[in-house]
Each structure stands twice: as C-alpha cells, then as structure tokens.
C-alpha cells in the first residue's frame, strides 16, 4: 500500500493530546532517512509513525519495520501493510528489552534495536527516559525533537543548557544534533523549532548504579543557581559521604565524568563515615 501524501494528512485531523505534528516536507524527510541510513535485515522500529511519511523510504530500504501507535485510527491504517509489525500502545509501556528478543531470529540474544521517530513534544523527556533504561538493547537511536531539548540533551557544562537531561543521557549515549527542521515542514506547523538527533549508545559503568547518579544529579540540579556546598554538599553529609568532591561550584559547572565519579564514590564503603 502507498503511503499517504500529505494532502491525505489534512484529511486526519491531528490530535492534540497526542501531540501530533505531520512530517510532510519530501527533502527534510529525505534528509532524515539519509542520516538514519537503514539497511536491510536491521530491527528498525519506529515511534509514532502517524501518516507513514518517514514509514515509507524506511521500510523501502530495510525491508520490514516495527512501528508503535497510540492513534487507534492511524494503528487501524498501518495494519492493512503485511511489511508493517503494529504495536497499538502507549510507547511509555512498551517492554523495550522484550521487542529486542522478539528481533533475536530465534538465537535467543535478541538483535539490538534500532529505534526512530517524531516523538510528541509534550512527552518526549519521559520517553527519553523510558528507553534509556533498555539502552542496553539499542543500536541507535534517531528522534525529531524540540530543538531547545534536543540542544538541552547535547549540552556541555558550563552551558544555560547544560542539567539533568544532559547528564542523565550522556553517561549512556554519544549525541548529537545531526539536523534543523523549521515548523514549515509539519502539518500543522508546531509553534517551536525541530531538530534530528543521534544517540549512540556508550559502554556502562558497573560501578555506577543509574539509581543513585539519579538521585545525585536531581539533587545537584534542584537549585542550580546556588553552589553545590548547599545542595549536594547537605545530601553527602547525611550520607556520611567521608570522600572528597569540590562543593564550591554550581551544578552546571560539573562534568558529566565528574558526576560519574561521585556517584561511584558514595555507593563505596570505604566513603562512609564511622558512626
């Protein structure tokens, strides 16, 4: 089945709640599909496929594809394509790990995920977040974003930009922002600029616990104007953190590696203070 044009987006009426903005620019689309680079026999799956327009030249390329949409109409639609695998669901409560064994071609490993999409703006961090807990299970991953998140994912400190996102997602992914894309080339047009960008899962550390970092940087970021000495400095004193860690900076002012090392530090024994 052809995928639809975008006179045939106007004909589904976008739904606000779910945040929907129809990629409808050829040349943009083009250009996206280039920096994605599908190639066949890959377990591409794509978030939010609405209309097809970005589902077309994927599946041209790569042959099958996996898509996930909460539109029950537009689920309706992707269904009548036998090229296409339709998940109806809300992306947040998808079993990432699970769709990368189902991939796995009967080796029982499972085939690790390449993962694409125009997220909802309105969710998109929450999404962000809900994958990085399957990182482990992704290849790539290639989002149209708000640009001003996507320039939040990809900051480096010392920047306004530079805050929790950042750190939480660079301790476990190279990113970049790969393409601008201007409210023309959506139908409806958003109110805010868009952009690509790539995320490249990196190696973990075992010796940093997700849990604990989290806490760190929430803690590090809940008052990011003030120095580190009356935030984070407070929550290591009721650790009994007994290690060392400069408190006379802001949050923004400390690196991601910096983040990591603290994190490592406060889950070792040797870093407690005696009672």
Same mark, same amino acid.
């Given at each position: 089945m052809p995928g639809d044009t975008p006179a045939a987006a106007l004909k589904h009426l976008a739904r606000k709640r779910f945040g929907q903005h129809f990629l409808t620019d050829g040349a943009v689309l083009d250009a996206i599909v280039g920096e994605i680079d599908?190639?066949?026999?890959?377990?591409?799956? /794509?978030?939010?496929?609405?209309l097809g327009a970005l589902t077309d030249p994927l599946v041209q390329r790569c042959g099958r594809l996996t898509v996930i949409e909460l539109d029950r109409d537009l689920a309706?639609?992707?269904?009548?394509r036998p090229e296409l695998t339709v998940i109806?669901?809300?992306?947040?409560?998808?079993?990432?790990?699970?769709?990368?064994?189902?991939?796995?071609?009967?080796?029982?490993?499972?085939?690790?995920?390449?993962?694409?999409?125009?997220?909802?703006?309105?969710?998109s961090t929450p999404i962000l977040f809900h994958?990085?807990?399957?990182?482990?299970?992704?290849?790539?991953?290639?989002?149209?974003?708000q640009k001003e998140v996507v320039q939040r994912m990809a900051a480096a400190p010392?920047?306004?930009?530079?805050?929790?996102?950042?750190?939480?997602?660079?301790?476990?992914?190279?990113? /970049?922002?790969?393409?601008?894309v201007p409210p023309s080339a959506f139908e409806p047009p958003p109110r805010v600029d868009?952009?690509?960008?790539?995320?490249?899962?990196?190696p973990p550390r075992p010796d940093v616990d997700a849990a604990l970092l989290g806490e760190v940087v929430t803690v590090a970021f809940s008052q990011r104007r003030k120095m580190l000495r009356n935030t984070l400095g407070r929550w290591l004193d009721e650790r009994g953190f007994a290690g060392s860690f400069e408190l006379?900076?802001?949050? /923004? /002012?400390?690196?991601?590696?910096?983040?990591?090392?603290?994190?490592?530090?406060?889950a070792e024994p040797t870093n407690k203070k005696r009672p």
């Open positions: 599908p190639q066949p026999g890959q377990a591409l799956v /794509e978030i939010g496929p609405g309706q639609r992707l269904r009548r109806e669901a809300d992306v947040l409560k998808v079993d990432v790990a699970a769709l990368a064994q189902e991939h796995g071609h009967g080796n029982g490993q499972g085939q690790a995920l390449r993962i694409v999409g125009n997220l909802p703006y309105n969710i994958l990085l807990a399957a990182v482990a299970h992704v290849r790539d991953q290639h989002f149209m974003l010392g920047n306004k930009d530079y805050g929790r996102l950042s750190v939480m997602l660079q301790w476990r992914y190279a990113i /970049e922002s790969v393409l601008d868009s952009a690509v960008v790539r995320m490249l899962p990196l006379q900076r802001r949050a /923004e /002012e400390v690196s991601v590696t910096d983040y990591l090392a603290l994190a490592a530090a406060c």
